[in-house]
């Protein structure tokens, strides 16, 4: 890891095999992890040779989805297969400090904005292509419309004017940048940030083969260091379980794992004594526990 700059949490040279894996870990449907990989590569092959006349593209992707589906890690892993796609270019993913926008610092957020985009991303971008990760945007793009002016500092508004223009600024100046950014909660997105997106990308809840997916490759990679827990993908009960797993988010099905291994102190001190049983019983309750919260 390099040294960062102000208002950049982390910044990774490219390609980077271990965000390779994270890509690899999201089961999706591959159509749309093609999608997603076709339009990055699209941002760096002809935004600098087509006019913004002809094609207005202002290198931003957003994935918008509920928590636990894959967002932050597709987009990552995403930074690593497109730089794969150009040898030798040099290429660095910087990812945002979420805390340098978010409504912390709302008083200072204006000039943190600027300062960030307009100098830090633009530094960045003219020493080589970059990939600017801008998990949870909403923090940063808030939606105006939803905000009573009495409620929200002014500043709110204008930090997202600031976070548009500059925006637009670099998409002007800088055709090597790609800004991907996620969302859990799309509708707090900014109206006129979504405008700006070349494509917006809904991760879905993984469907029933993506469960199974999820759950094997779990069950498999735990497998190598507890035999008896690979050894369930394996068992009659083991459809059962994927089924159960329908409706959850990934990260809650690799959670479920865990809290089947914490089944009893004894499965918790030695892993390979769990049993299909105890997952089954885990997604159960995981699944139910989860509808509670989602209520609140
Ligand atoms: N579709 C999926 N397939 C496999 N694992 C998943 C999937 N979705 C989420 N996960 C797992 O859940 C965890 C959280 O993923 P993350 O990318 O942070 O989700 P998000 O940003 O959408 O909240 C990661 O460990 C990831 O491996
Ligand atoms: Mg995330």
């Known amino acids: ?34 999608q997603l990989h076709a339009q990055a590569v699209l941002n760096f092959t002809v935004r600098r ?48 400090d979420p805390h340098v926008l978010g409504s912390s610092a709302m008083g200072k957020t204006q000039k943190a904005v600027s300062e960030l ?34 409620a929200n500092p002014v500043d709110i508004h204008r930090a997202t004017d600031a976070v548009l223009t500059q925006l637009d600024d670099l998409a002007e100046k800088h055709p090597d940048i790609l800004f991907v950014a996620t969302s859990n909660f799309p509708e707090a997105v900014d109206a006129a940030f979504a405008s700006r997106c070349d494509l917006i ?33 394996a068992s009659p009960g083991f459809g059962r379980c994927v089924s159960e797993c329908v409706g959850l988010d990934g990260r809650a099905i690799r959670k479920t794992v865990a809290n089947a291994m914490a089944a009893t102190t004894e499965t918790a001190a030695n892993p390979n004594t769990m049993t299909v049983d105890m997952l089954l019983v885990a997604a159960r309750s995981s699944k139910a526990n989860r509808a509670k919260g989602s209520k609140h």
């Open 117 to 150: 985009f307009s100098q830090t991303i633009g530094e960045a971008a003219s020493m080589g292509p970059i990939i600017v990760l801008l998990d949870e945007v909403e923090t940063l793009a808030t939606d105006r419309s939803k905000l009573s002016l009495d």
């Open 201 to 233: 990308l809904e991760v879905p809840l993984p469907n029933a083969e993506a469960c199974k997916q999820i759950l094997t490759d779990c069950l498999t990679r735990i497998g190598e260091v507890y035999p008896a827990i690979g050894a369930i993908t």
């Open 1 to 34: 890891m390099l040294e960062t700059p102000k208002g950049i949490h982390t910044i990774r040279n490219l390609p980077d095999e271990k965000l390779g894996q994270l890509w690899e870990s999201i089961k999706v449907d591959p159509a749309l992890k093609s």
């Open 49 to 96: 040779k087509i006019k913004r006349s002809v094609l207005p593209l202002h290198g931003i992707i957003l994935l918008v989805g509920l928590p636990g589906t894959g967002k932050t890690s597709l987009a990552r892993g995403l930074a690593h297969k497109v730089a794969k796609s150009f040898s030798a270019t040099g290429m660095r993913l910087l990812e945002v």
